[in-house]
């Protein structure tokens, strides 16, 4: 099935076609004031259009989200879940006043864009990028404990002016940023960023490492304590600070 639905809005769009059978929305970029929900059949957003929900990202039982168009999540307050069921998605931003939860793992193959409101990883895996793509966080961004940030080949992690990224887990169960597949990553924390870390693991960075910037900020609790270092570039850095913060760290094994 296809269709074009043009800028209508509608107050929930749920997708229930068979397994495999696409549902096609062409023309336009959509609207939906509510949840997405794909409960069977594949989601197909045409070419580089964009649909914008304003509530839950769902699909489950048979449904799955094609790689293709850009997903703008927009609520503007409370909680909202993001589960999409194995799929890939290509771009996704999120300009939110709300949190959103993952309720399984997500993978993006394009750009991800967190320009306002809460992600929580919940202990999931992410996967960002596929290669040379960038993921800029401006809003809060966490692992969760437990969880799992992949980034792809020579992709950047880039935590603006503002934003926030929580890599902290527990001391059974850290939180883990690493490599996609065998390349490495950019993970940058800019100036008026701000980064927690405490029960975590590093590894397979690019050559400058995790990259703390002049006039970015670590946390005074969350301050690299507790966690691990490791796989290198050879002959590169583990972990570059730039400010001016002076803390104690313990527990923490680098390279």
């Not at 850009?70 to 194995?86: E, F």
């Not at 927690?196 to 002049?214: C, D, K, R, T, W």
């Not at 966690?227 to 094994?253: A, M, R």
Request: glycine letters at 12%; a neutral charge.
């Amino acid at each position: 099935e296809s269709r074009g639905l043009g800028d209508v809005y509608k107050r929930q769009l749920r997708i229930d076609k068979p397994n495999g059978v696409y549902c096609r929305l062409y023309y336009s970029n959509v609207t939906v004031d509510d949840k997405l929900w794909v409960r069977n059949g594949i989601f197909y957003l045409y070419n580089n259009y964009t649909v914008t929900v304003n509530g839950d990202l769902i699909a489950d039982n048979s449904g799955v989200f094609y790689q293709t168009g850009n997903y703008y999540l927009s609520k503007t307050s409370g909680n909202a879940n993001i589960q999409t069921n194995g799929s890939t998605l290509n771009n996704l931003t999120i300009n939110s006043g709300a949190t959103y939860t993952l309720s399984d793992d997500l993978t993006l193959n394009g750009t991800f864009t967190l320009t306002s409101g809460i992600l929580n990883g919940n202990g999931k895996t992410v996967t960002l990028g596929n290669s040379y793509d960038v993921a800029n966080i401006s809003g809060t961004y966490k692992v969760g404990t437990g969880g799992i940030l992949k980034l792809g080949n020579r992709c950047s992690f880039n935590v603006k002016n503002g934003g926030t990224a929580y890599v902290v887990g527990s001391e059974a169960n850290y939180a883990q940023v690493t490599n996609r597949t065998t390349y490495r990553y950019y993970f940058t924390v800019e100036d008026g960023g701000t980064i927690h870390a405490n029960n975590y693991l590093f590894e397979y960075m690019e050559q400058p490492g995790v990259q703390i910037n002049s006039g970015a900020i670590i946390d005074a609790t969350d301050n690299f304590s507790n966690g691990t270092f490791t796989h290198p570039y050879s002959g590169g850095t583990c972990l570059q600070i730039e400010n001016t913060q002076k803390f104690g760290v313990t527990n923490d094994s680098i390279c």
